[in-house]
């Protein structure tokens, strides 16, 4: 039983699951930004272009109400929305990692270029430094 708590302490421990639940933590709070993004200033915009269509509401009935027993529908509307908001959300998040990429990429150009400054003006040295010697034959 003891290497068993062991090897879990080992398991749970790691950087690659601690990684793991900071970056489950990190989304959780991400999807509330994104949920509110799309519900709060993207949908109402949508809704004004689309003239307050919400397609929610749309169900094709199967079976009528029977006394107590609710009426069987088809929540097409439910499904269409639910994947209107997908793409809004996912193009969302698209847009965000793409700006990510680019502050990255920019971020190490910078870094390259002053790599190569430096590598560049230690190979200009070198090649000064065989230059004389040959000068000097």
């Not at 397609?55 to 209107?84: D, H, M, R, W």
């Not at 700006?99 to 002053?114: A, C, F, G, P, T």
Request: glycine residues 6%.
């Amino acid at each position: 039983m003891k290497n068993f708590i062991e090897e879990f302490k080992e398991f749970a421990v790691k950087g690659n699951v601690i990684d793991l639940a900071v970056g489950v933590v990190i989304g959780g709070a991400f999807s509330k930004i994104v949920t509110s993004l799309v519900n709060d200033i993207i949908m109402p915009v949508v809704g004004i272009l689309t003239g307050g269509i919400n397609f929610s509401e749309y169900k094709i009935t199967l079976k009528e109400a029977i006394g107590n027993l609710p009426a069987v529908t088809l929540n097409l509307g439910n499904f269409i929305q639910t994947a209107v908001n997908f793409l809004i959300i996912s193009f969302c998040i698209f847009l965000f990692i793409k700006l990510i990429n680019k502050m990255k990429i920019s971020n190490n150009k910078v870094e390259d270029s002053s790599s190569k400054e430096k590598s560049s003006s230690e190979e200009v040295l070198l090649l000064r430094d065989i230059k004389d010697l040959l000068k000097k034959k």
